[in-house]
């Protein structure tokens, strides 16, 4: 039943000559023996001609030609690319209590699972299966802040069992659930604070990498703030176990060390994760819009998201949020405070000219 209610979804893309399906599925023609993209502009044929096939590959296996005018062996547009990866997207959110399977998923946008896979990845960055884990990791997260016990929280979240949740934990969240409820407790973060040419500095790591990057007027400030995100951890300071990091930020905010190469333990969502990444693809020196970011990560509509996941970034000068600005050229947001972030744009519109 599964595959014919997929096989009328096709049909309908087909006589509507939806581009969004390209490169979902084609469909071929009995009768000609030719086989089409769903957009095709030639003749619809008769439904009982028509058979569908994940693949051009496939299709040709099966004895069919491509045909001459939509070209379907070609790889489709990166629009309809984006298009399929953001429906499957939207189903997987709707999903999350009852996760799809790959050839679920993959059925209910018209596409086949291998395609839906290396899509999905192309547009969105991680896999359908990460990004369900990302959303329900986001929902365990906001769970535990808001005080729920554990299995309460993993079960509101989707996961189906303990060890499924507490298997993946360490990745997503540096800690275990239950630590992270207790606001870090028994999680060491180390720290020290410096002068720099904005401020009080502040790095801290756990032993996988940098959890925090911070500048603010006073060491108390910093404090605060590694304070509120890890309340119960234990925190001390170690100069000597930072140097390293913090000599390569100064030399950084100096202008003598364009490119950071630091070892991060931050977490986020797919999307935010996403966008991260994307920031640190803007040459020192260059900016880019909230816009042009959204488009890149495949989500055009999303330039108040991006914004967003800049605010939520915790290592700002290492992952260069400040380099992302208004679409009329303003500044926009920025954590650290904007008398910071037109220094920093200043500082590496200066570099960039010498």
Known sequence: MAVKRSDERRWRAVLSRDRRY???FVYAVRSTGIYCRPSCSSRRPRRPQVVFFPLPAVAEQAGFRPCRRCRPQATP????QRELAERAARLIERSVDAPLKLSALAAQVGASP?????TFKRVLGVTPRQYADALRMGGVKSLLRAGHNVAAALY???YGSSSRLYERAAGKLGMTPAT???????MNITYTTSDSPLGRLLVARTERGICAVSLADSDAQLKARLRREFPRAEVRRDRNGLSDAVRALLRHLEGRQPRLDLPLDVRGTAFQCRVWEELLRIPYGATRTYGEIARAVGQPGAARAVGTA???NPVPLIIPCHRVVRGGGALGGYGLGLPRKRALLDLEKRRRVV
Do not use: E, M
């Open 310 to 312: 800049c605010g939520s």
């Open 180 to 186: 992270y409820r207790r606001g870090g407790q028994g």
């Open 22 to 24: 390209d490169g979902a």
């Open 114 to 118: 291998f395609h839906l896979q290396r």
């Open 156 to 158: 509101d979240a989707g």
């Open 77 to 80: 547009g990166p629009d309809a």
